[in-house]
């Protein structure tokens, strides 16, 4: 692998321990004081836009996917399939284009391998979770054209514990039946700040709003190429009042070290996560397991010995579901050089192995049938495996805030097994980067460059004819990002960013060669595909008065040669035709469900705004917050087709009021028709999701503490589907669901 040493290029892909004052435009509890522990800078202008979510919102509201705790905030949307999983979205853009950290090095799994793959992030004892869009995200990993979501935990200590603490909670869901255990230990033992923590949530099958209608067919794709009448004899539509196999469970254990001084600081941590959790859709799977039991067992028993109170198949078929392991060693430190050049020397270093294994297994309701054939799935394995070192250089002076990063990478990704539609491949990568902030006289700024030298190996297997083609991607990707930002007033600044940021195709983009049952398509990477260019601008205004707040963001993001899925729709059959005599009939029939899709490249733009304003009353003795908020992208295609699944506008009203030890939440998030659509897709409706929260603090003496926190959430019990979902027609969101949360610290 080259190295290169430009004192150009910029950023961070690693969390430093730097700490940053920046406002948060959200009105969480708790967000007077905001620190931003993974920016690179102390007076970092470029972060805006920004949202920090204090970790005390995430302690109290109820357990969810991180793609769900992130939802409501502007800008920040999810793909959910599932329960479990739901991928970020930032500003239209998903996929590889986001990036997910924890402590600010880019976390590790097979999310990017799969839409029904989870994030694997733990939001146990959860400090911050910190969302930056726009420009300033080149400053934390490459390809970064979305932004990047940075949970931060304290696993490893940069501060002394001041005491020892001891906290145990219990959590209880209606919506899944859902039961959740935690406990977390911290103290300074003989110098050396120690951390334990333990997580174990089990959830049922969610429920959904009765009336709610479950699709067979993949007609989310093909609603508009085919009208309803000619779909309403081939397939039938389930009413039902939960979803099958949207279950979840998961174990996390997490120990960490750490040692402080007038030195700087150093720790180690290791972490343990493991989950299983169901797939609630498998494209041909589903299907094929329906034609050959329902056929094989109608005539036998009949559709009233097959029926349940729920209106289920009592013989529903296969259950198909994900185990997860992940283990990661994990050093961190920092080291006041105190120099004439250089002022300090942070460092990371973290190994991860990943595994993801899918399976297939016979629901109860077969072993009466025990005598019929059934075809068996060998399970499929997902691995990978990743080392990454990092370090940041401080040469500031008194007139500017100047940093140096370097971050190496070296990732293994496989799949192995019956389901593999990828071969092996690797990914390198090597960083180095250079950033600068100062206070001219009349604006603030910031200015960072980064050069990423990035080789990505892999092969293609000719299914027909056995060949195996090899790659060797070797490429270099340039980025760099502006902000000027300038104070008009006491209460009023204003932001102007610009950014070019390059990001070289991911594997699956390039290598990607097989049946992808989670998305319903048979998907073609392609290894000649470019690296995407984003150039993006945007103008943020931040006013605050004190009494009333009110932020504005406006964005317009160029990307060339823009990487999307794209369903062969029109030469479908065509296609068929050309390669059946080819192939055979039995060489397609395995894969007659799913839709031909090939990744290609065509510019796109992006264009969107968000807004939100507040007043904040006395009341009493407390504080009433009441604010509206409004985000909206649109995408298009060089060609003038929309980029598929993007969301549709929404609109956001919250009313908080905190007095002394309660607080009270209530939002509504109002989502509109999505008429917007790509080519391929349907219209999506409008729903509306009214959620709630009370939290309570009892002072029971002494440092005793507990916390009661009642929640609920779609409480008007809206039948809502996720545009950006592959799985919409399949998959409702969960229906009304409530429960309460309960926290003792000692």
Not at 22 to 39: H, L, Q, R
Not at 332 to 357: A, H, K, P
Not at 657 to 663: G, L
Request: negative net charge; charged residues 25%.
């Amino acid at each position: 692998m080259k190295v290169y040493f430009y004192a150009l290029m910029a950023m961070s892909l690693i969390t430093t321990q730097i700490n940053a004052d920046e406002p948060a435009t959200d009105s969480a509890e708790n967000a007077d004081e905001i620190v931003v522990t993974s920016s690179i800078l102390n007076t970092s202008r470029i972060l805006n836009p920004l949202y920090v979510i204090d970790g005390q919102d995430i302690e109290n509201d109820a357990t969810t996917s991180l793609g769900e705790a992130v939802d409501s905030y502007l800008g920040v949307s999810i793909a959910d399939y599932g329960a479990a999983v739901g991928q970020p979205i930032i500003r239209g853009m998903s996929g590889p284009r986001v990036k997910i950290l924890k402590n600010g090095m880019v976390n590790r799994d097979v999310s990017g391998l799969g839409v029904d793959h989870l994030n694997d992030v733990d939001l146990h004892d959860v400090a911050q979770i910190e969302i930056i869009k726009g420009p300033s995200s080149l400053l934390y990993a490459n390809g970064t054209i979305g932004g990047i979501i940075n949970v931060v935990n304290n696993t490893i200590a940069r501060e002394d514990f001041e005491k020892q603490e001891i906290t145990a909670g219990l959590e209880t869901l209606s919506v899944n039946d859902g039961d959740v255990q935690d406990f977390h230990y911290s103290n300074n033992i003989g110098g050396f700040n120690v951390s334990l923590g333990y997580r174990n949530a089990e959830f049922g099958n969610f429920d959904i709003p009765d009336g709610a209608v479950i699709h067979d067919d993949h007609d989310d794709d093909h609603g508009d190429e085919h009208g309803d009448d000619d779909h309403g004899d081939e397939h039938e539509e389930e009413v039902l009042s939960y979803v099958d196999n949207s279950d979840f469970e998961s174990e996390a254990t997490q120990f960490g070290i750490s040692r402080t001084g007038d030195w700087g600081h150093f720790g180690i941590a290791f972490d343990n996560l493991e989950s299983l959790y169901g797939i609630p859709y498998h494209g041909e799977h589903a299907d094929e397991h329906g034609d050959e039991h329902g056929d094989e067992h109608g005539d036998e028993h009949g559709d009233d010995d097959h029926a349940d109170e729920d209106g289920h198949d009592e013989h529903e078929g296969e259950r198909i579901f994900s185990t997860t392991d992940q283990e990661s060693f994990s050093i961190e430190g920092l080291f006041n050089v105190n120099g004439n050049l250089i002022n300090s020397v942070s460092y990371n270093f973290r190994d991860t192995e990943y595994s993801l294994t899918e399976a297939h297994a016979e629901e109860e309701g077969h072993d009466d049938h025990e005598g019929e054939e059934h075809e068996e799935h060998a399970p499929t394995v997902f691995s990978n495996d990743a080392t990454e070192y990092g370090a940041i250089f401080d040469i500031s002076n008194d007139n500017f805030t100047q940093k140096i990063a370097l971050n190496i990478v070296d990732e293994d990704s496989s799949i192995v097994g019956e389901e593999a539609f990828m071969n092996p491949a690797n990914s390198e990568e090597f960083t180095v980067g250079y950033y600068v902030s100062t206070d001219l006289d009349m604006f603030y700024l910031d200015a960072g460059f980064r050069l990423d030298q990035i080789e990505r190996s892999g092969s293609v297997t000719d299914e027909d004819h056995g060949d195996i083609d090899y790659y060797n991607i070797d490429d270099d990707t340039n980025s760099f990002a502006l902000s000027l930002g300038r104070d008009l007033s006491d209460s009023l600044d204003v932001n102007f960013g610009f950014s070019s940021v390059e990001r070289l195709p991911s594997v699956i983009e390039l290598f990607m060669n097989g049946p992808h049952q989670a998305t319903g398509r048979l998907e073609t990477g392609n290894p000649n595909l470019k690296s995407e260019t984003s150039n993006n601008f945007d103008i943020t205004f931040n006013y605050d008065s004190g009494d009333f707040y009110a932020y504005a963001s406006f964005y317009v993001n160029d990307v060339d040669n823009y990487i999307t899925l794209m369903d062969e729709l029109d030469d479908h059959d065509d296609h068929d035709d050309d390669h059946g005599d080819e192939h055979g009939d039995d060489d397609h029939a395995e894969h007659a469900n799913l839709i031909h899709a090939d990744y290609v490249q065509e510019d796109a733009e992006f264009r969107g705004y968000e807004f939100e304003f507040g007043r904040t009353f006395s009341l009493g003795s407390g504080d009433l917050t009441l604010s509206f908020g409004r985000d909206d992208v649109n995408a298009e295609l060089s060609d003038g087709h929309n980029v598929p699944r993007i969301n549709p506008a929404r609109n956001i009203y919250s009313l908080s009021y905190v007095e002394n030890d309660w607080v009270f939440k209530l939002s509504l998030k109002d989502v509109e028709k999505q008429n917007d659509i790509g080519e391929g897709e349907s219209v999506t409706d409008s729903y509306q999701m009214l959620n709630t929260r009370l939290t309570k603090t009892f002072n029971l003496g002494g440092s005793g503490e507990l916390k009661v926190s009642i929640f609920g959430s779609n409480l008007l019990d809206e039948v809502a589907r996720n545009h950006s979902s592959f799985v919409k027609k399949q998959v409702p969101l969960a229906g009304r669901n409530y429960g309460a949360k309960f926290s003792y610290k000692f």
